[in-house]
């Protein structure tokens, strides 16, 4: 297996750009989860996912932010319009909710890493 | 709600010394543990995990973390520590039979020195 994969793995824009990141969850898992990784804050939850369905998106900053997943295979988030204060890495994990939930292993991507000037 | 404190954002050490990594937890419910490792530009990747039963568990690359339910600690240990083990190491909490939201510390960056 390839892997959570994450696109793109640098980007650097302007104040006021759109911003779009996109990750490729394993294959079989069910849940997905969009974190962001600051000096300042640590590692904050932004949105996760359950079967494709936003169950939490309570750690989402702002309207600006905004995420996605049309399918079990393919999920987004996208900042608009960026603010110099969104630079960050942006991670995404995915694992597979079984009974036992709340147990389940995060198998996190590379990491997108986003600079706004 | 949960939270995670790791008391010590930088720990540096000599290499072949013995190393802990403390983290104390906050739930009002059983919980789930995680410990988790980041090595330079790349995503955190499984240390080890707590569920249930015995409370010191074993994990890759020769650490172990113990469970302390007085304390609420789940502190980190390795008795002997290489050059390569220099990483972040982030400690997660979970609720048990909640949400899968995995709820992390601000790490600790550790540092082998030769």
Not at chain 1, 22 to 43: A, D, E, V
Not at chain 1, 48 to 67: H, K, L, T
Not at chain 2, 69 to 87: M, Y
Request: hydrophobic share 35%.
């Amino acid at each position: 297996d390839a892997g959570v994969i994450q696109s793109p793995r640098h980007e650097v824009t302007e104040m006021g750009q759109e911003v779009t990141l996109r990750c490729k969850p394993i294959s079989g898992h069910n849940s997905l989860f969009w974190y962001r990784q600051t000096m300042m804050r640590g590692l904050e939850l932004l949105i996760y996912f359950n079967n494709n369905v936003p169950i939490d998106d309570s750690g989402m900053p702002e309207d600006r932010f905004s995420a996605k997943m049309p399918n079990a295979s393919f999920s987004t988030l996208k900042i608009q319009p960026s603010e110099p204060r969104d630079s960050a890495v942006y991670f995404c994990a995915s694992s597979y909710e079984g009974f036992q939930s709340g147990a389940n292993v995060l198998t996190f991507g590379a990491g997108s890493r986003l600079t706004v000037l | 709600a949960q939270s995670v404190t790791q008391l010590d954002s930088q720990v540096p050490v000599f290499e072949e010394a013995p190393v802990e990594l403390r983290c104390n937890y906050s739930s009002s419910v059983s919980v789930y543990l995680f410990w988790y490792v980041q090595y330079p530009n790349q995503g955190l990747q499984l240390l080890l995990k707590y569920l249930s039963g015995s409370t010191l568990v074993k994990g890759i690359n020769g650490f172990e973390a113990e469970f302390n339910k007085s304390q609420t600690s789940f502190h980190l240990r390795k008795p002997s520590v290489h050059i390569s083990d220099t990483a972040e190491y982030f400690c997660a909490v979970s609720d048990q039979g909640g949400s899968e939201k995995l709820v992390f510390g601000k790490g600790t960056k550790l540092t082998v020195n030769p």
